[in-house]
Each structure stands twice: as structure tokens, then as C-alpha cells.
């Protein structure tokens, strides 16, 4: 079956810090990874994805993530965090074997950025 | 503005009534989904459409009835909710269901559903 995991329901960072998000999966088959932000009373927006090729994958609003098949994470960062990232955000996955569209998030992680 | 509108934003229903939900794409998009938001808790898959078709009804409780009439529009008929129903409904849609792979994923704003 596959599942995400966000360790952390909070995290708490400062600006101009860099931040670190976590997500760990479990999927069959070649794993596709995305981050999806939602800002208050808003719906998910994409920010990122990870399909196939560098580990290193880039996104919207200066944020990143890195693929390790080995640790199956996928963690989001930026490297200078600002108030306005401010969000909850998504870990999501859905296996290659797996092509009825069911894309699999985590239960969120809390981002808050203080001044 | 994602292309993808929910109405109404905020519904308060008691367990006996029947409502519905909502959700229209203008992205001419042919797969569309509804998720369950509960705080703290992973998104719930509730149920896929593609062409109209049902193509995954996620053990959802039958108190819950999606209807699809066409690409454009998805329905969430809810009848003797539970009050921990109580959740933000999420719309989204797809170009196709490959389309998730590739996380060409589309949300509305949600339904925020407060069962008394």
C-alpha cells in the first residue's frame, strides 16, 4: 500500500533561517513525489515534483526538495526561510505501478516564520 | 484563481438533513476527485472520476453520493451525516488520471462541512 509520512505537525523557524520539511513514503514501483502548499482558506497549490533524473528537484517561491531512494525521503527546504512561507504544506505520492490517479498525501506539516 | 470552483464555501448541516456539495472546472479537464480534510490527519482520497466514469470509490461510507454528470462538473450528495463528518471538502481535477502522476493537480478552495 502506499503512505506518507510528515514527522513533524510543526516547525518552527525564523526569518532568513533555512527551513526543513520532512516526508518519508512507502510506495510499489518507482516512486513520483510532490509538495503542495495551502495558505489559510485556500485550496493546494503544486510547488514541486520529483518524477525522474536529478535528485535535486526545484520549485515555486524558492523552494527545493531532495530525493533519497535509499532513506525514501523526500524532504522539502529553502535555504532563507521568509514570514510569508507561512503555510501548511503536503507531502504527496504515487507509485509507477499505480496509474488510477491516486495520489497519496500526508496528514500536513505546520510552517510557521516568525520575524 | 485555479480554475476549480467549490460552493458554498461553508455549510452547517444537522445529522437528518440532505446537502450537497458542489465543484465545477474550467480547465477542460476529463478527471476530477474528492479529498476529506481533517486537521492532522492525511488527506483522504474519497473518490475518482474520469470521463465521467467512477474509477475509485475509496470505502468511502454510502452516506456520502458522488454524482459526475460531465467533465466539468462533480457533485457530493451528503444525506444522516455524522458530526465527525465534520471536514473541508476538497475539489480538485486533473487533464486525465495520468495527470496525477505528473501532479497536474488542480484544487479548489474547499467546502468547510460542520455537522451538528
Known amino acids: 500500500a502506499q503512505s506518507v509520512a510528515q514527522p513533524e505537525d510543526q516547525v518552527n523557524v525564523a526569518e532568513g533561517n533555512p527551513l526543513t520539511v520532512k516526508c518519508t513514503y512507502s510506495v510499489s514501483g518507482n516512486p513520483y513525489l510532490f509538495w503542495y502548499v495551502q495558505y489559510p482558506n485556500r485550496g493546494l497549490q503544486f510547488l514541486l515534483k520529483y518524477i525522474t533524473g536529478d535528485n535535486l528537484v526545484k520549485g515555486s517561491y524558492g523552494f527545493e526538495a531532495e530525493f533519497n531512494k535509499s532513506q525514501t525521503s523526500f524532504h522539502l527546504k529553502k535555504p532563507s526561510a521568509l514570514v510569508s512561507d507561512s503555510a501548511l504544506y503536503f507531502c504527496?505520492?504515487?507509485?509507477?505501478?499505480?496509474?488510477?490517479?491516486?495520489?497519496?498525501f500526508g496528514q500536513g506539516t505546520e510552517l510557521s516564520v516568525k520575524p | 484563481e485555479t480554475g476549480v470552483t467549490q460552493t458554498p464555501r461553508h455549510l452547517v448541516m444537522g445529522m437528518t438533513n440532505k446537502k450537497s456539495l458542489k465543484c465545477e472546472q474550467h480547465?477542460?479537464?476529463?478527471?476530477m476527485y474528492w479529498y476529506k480534510q481533517s486537521a492532522k490527519k492525511p488527506l483522504e482520497l474519497m473518490f475518482v472520476y474520469s470521463l465521467e466514469e467512477r474509477v475509485e470509490n475509496n470505502s468511502v461510507p454510502s452516506r456520502f453520493s458522488p454524482e459526475c454528470p460531465n467533465s466539468s462538473h462533480l457533485f457530493l450528495h451528503l444525506h444522516t451525516l455524522q458530526p465527525e463528518d465534520s471536514a473541508l471538502y476538497l475539489c480538485?481535477?486533473?487533464?486525465?488520471?495520468?495527470?496525477?502522476?505528473?501532479?497536474?493537480?488542480?484544487f479548489g478552495e474547499g467546502s468547510r462541512l460542520t455537522v451538528l
Open positions: 480538485a481535477s486533473s487533464p486525465d488520471l495520468a495527470g496525477a502522476n505528473t501532479g497536474e493537480l488542480f
Open positions: 480547465l477542460g479537464h476529463n478527471a
Open positions: 504527496a505520492v504515487i507509485g509507477s505501478y499505480n496509474q488510477g490517479g491516486k495520489l497519496i
